[in-house]
């Protein structure tokens, strides 16, 4: 299993010199029409692709409050978004919440009281299967190689994704290739007692998260392990919950500037590893 090992490089990435586009398309709920924003390389052809999964603050920045557009994505969703762009991926950014009418996420240990129509275990996993089909009906994706990423809530939603009886999974046809959760939470598939992913899986976890627990996490990985599952876990000793936000006070604490270099680095080798 992957453990922590540190290597210091300049932050990926970069201010882009537009915003992403902006897409519309259905949940596998048969439902709801979703909001996306796609990054995408400056050259031409067929890219594997990324859905990524925003945690339980939204898309959109906290500081723009009210204006819920591709130009008011947080710092973390952009800079990502653009990493993956800039590594030849096409990838697009789900928005869960607006459409149902939560745009300005949650706060933090709200947990318990927000509204079962998010769900990341029942809902949030038919909108990550809703942005595949998107993006297999682009002629730039190649339709067979799709990761997904989730951050915090959406590393939830991908734990629940990618197990047994995933909500809006079709067994029948091919899926996802590949995950990555960050600092998610474990407890609910830590106590399904045959959860093993369908795909090799990457879990990222900080030892001073406020809002998780990594040592459900890490128990979660080793469980996995043990029941033949292909999962590698990295818990970064120090950082903190949302460590690769690149704002100024996240990135202030060097626990979690290391991580993020680690984090880039690791989930780049994966991605090309199991999507190239």
């Not at 469980?223 to 000793?237: K, N, S, T, W």
Request: with cysteine; hydrophobic share 35%; charged share 25%.
């Amino acid at each position: 299993m992957a453990r922590l090992a540190l290597v210091l490089v300049g932050l990926a990435g970069g201010a882009a010199e537009a915003a992403p586009e902006t897409v519309k398309f259905m949940s596998r709920d048969g439902k709801t029409m979703l909001t996306g924003y796609v990054f995408r390389p400056a050259t031409t052809g067929r890219f594997p692709a990324i859905v990524m999964l925003h945690g339980r603050g939204g898309p959109y920045s906290s500081l723009k409050r009210g204006t819920y557009t591709a130009e008011t994505l947080t710092m973390r969703h952009r800079m990502w978004g653009e990493f993956w762009a800039e590594h030849g991926y096409v990838a697009v950014h789900v928005d869960s919440f607006g459409p149902r009418g939560f745009s300005a996420g949650f706060a933090k240990h709200t947990y318990s009281a927000r509204p079962g129509e998010v769900s990341e275990q029942r809902v949030r996993p038919l909108d990550a299967y809703g942005a595949l089909d998107y993006l297999r009906t682009r002629d730039d994706v190649a339709p067979e190689r799709i990761g997904v990423q989730g951050w915090s809530n959406g590393g939830m939603t991908v734990l629940a994704a990618v197990g047994p009886d995933a909500p809006g999974h079709d067994p029948e046809n091919p899926g996802f290739k590949a995950a990555i959760a960050q600092y998610p939470a474990c407890r609910v598939q830590s106590k399904q007692p045959d959860y093993k992913p369908y795909l090799p899986l990457l879990v990222f976890s900080a030892t001073d998260d406020d809002e998780v627990s990594p040592w459900v996490c890490r128990q979660f990985a080793d469980d996995v392990e043990a029941r033949g599952g292909d999962i590698g876990f990295v818990l970064y000793e120090g950082a903190q919950h949302s460590y690769d936000d690149p704002g100024k006070r996240k990135q202030s604490h060097e626990p979690n500037r290391a991580a993020l270099v680690d984090t880039q680095q690791r989930a780049a080798a994966f991605f090309e590893q199991h999507l190239r």
